[in-house]
């Protein structure tokens, strides 16, 4: 855990707007925490009430053992102190206050970092966006961001590569199932063309995002669980992102053949519906009985 002379930064003079700002949010901040603290109990912390609690909710310095952090410093965050505090600490006071997604984009904010975390939660996915990907059925389509995290998708693409519903969340991500899940790699034909392809086009894309944690995070998980990755990795090659023809060798239908479109949801390259249009009759049918695979598979789970 990183510790309080590491989290603790050398003030800098800056504007007095900077100033000002800075001082702003380093008091939202501590309000933030005393406010979410004051409403956790011990129980749901898993401790002990005891009979002499005065305090509503956990303690200061529960919450500096929970997340295990110093006391000190702890403290000091929410006397609003002028201190630097790290992604892994935020990470850590999050799960500790049960913060949801919402709420740990906040603290991240007003801490003024940027979640390691892949998203699960966009503000793209709409629900005029997710019915959008149910009606392009059997047409398979899914909603990914500029670092590949699967963030929505309908049924038929959720069988496309493998079974992505039991896929844990943290892991849908296509970089690292086409690196890692063999499942997904035995569907793609032509699987070395993909990865190198794949490998290029988020090196481009990462460019833009060399200081990011998520994506530092997401290129060392790649490097240390794929070799493939890796090779593909250092040959430096880029590639800027484009329609193209690509074949699957679906478990449930056979061979299917389709044109990826991505269709970008803002003016940024960041959130883009990706689609997969059958070329040919044989790859449109089989792609209409993956889809009735699919509704039968969600009809069954429903108790």
């Not at 305090?55 to 006397?79: I, K």
């Not at 970092?113 to 059997?138: F, H, K, N, Y």
């Not at 990706?274 to 009759?281: I, L, R």
């Not at 993956?290 to 969600?298: D, G, H, R, S």
Request: charged content about 25%.
């Amino acid at each position: 855990m990183t510790t309080m002379a590491q989290d603790q930064a050398v003030r800098t003079p800056g504007t007095p707007a900077t100033r000002d700002a800075g001082s702003v949010r380093r008091h939202e901040l501590a309000a933030f925490l005393r406010h979410r603290r004051e409403h956790i109990s011990p129980e749901q912390a898993g401790l002990p009430r005891g009979r002499r609690r005065r305090t509503p909710g956990l303690r200061r310095e529960e919450v500096a053992h929970l997340a295990a952090v110093g006391v000190t410093w702890y403290t000091w965050l929410e006397q609003a102190r002028d201190i630097q505090v790290s992604v892994q600490v935020l990470d850590a006071l999050a799960r500790t206050l049960f913060l949801d997604p919402s709420e740990r984009a906040h603290l991240f904010q007003l801490a003024g970092q940027v979640d390691p975390s892949p998203a699960t939660v966009c503000p793209s996915i709409t629900p005029g966006v997710r019915t959008i990907l149910e009606q392009m059925e059997p047409v398979p389509a899914c909603v990914q961001n500029s670092r590949y995290d699967i963030l929505a998708y309908n049924r038929t693409y959720g069988l496309l590569l493998c079974d992505l519903n039991a896929v844990p969340a943290e892991d849908r991500n296509c970089m690292v199932l086409s690196y890692t899940n063999a499942e997904w790699r035995s569907s793609i034909v032509r699987l070395d063309e993909a990865q190198r392809t794949m490998a290029a086009r988020f090196r481009a894309t990462m460019a833009g995002h060399l200081a990011e944690p998520a994506w530092k995070m997401l290129l060392k998980r790649l490097r240390s669980e794929s070799q493939d990755f890796c090779e593909m990795w250092d040959r430096h090659e880029v590639v800027a992102h484009r329609t193209k023809r690509k074949e699957f060798d679906n478990r449930y239908v056979g061979r299917i053949t389709v044109d990826h479109t991505d269709l970008w949801l803002g003016p940024e390259l960041g959130p883009r519906m990706v689609t997969y249009a059958p070329v040919d009759d044989v790859s449109r049918q089989r792609l209409e009985k993956l889809q009735q695979i699919a509704l039968e598979k969600t009809a069954a789970q429903v108790p």
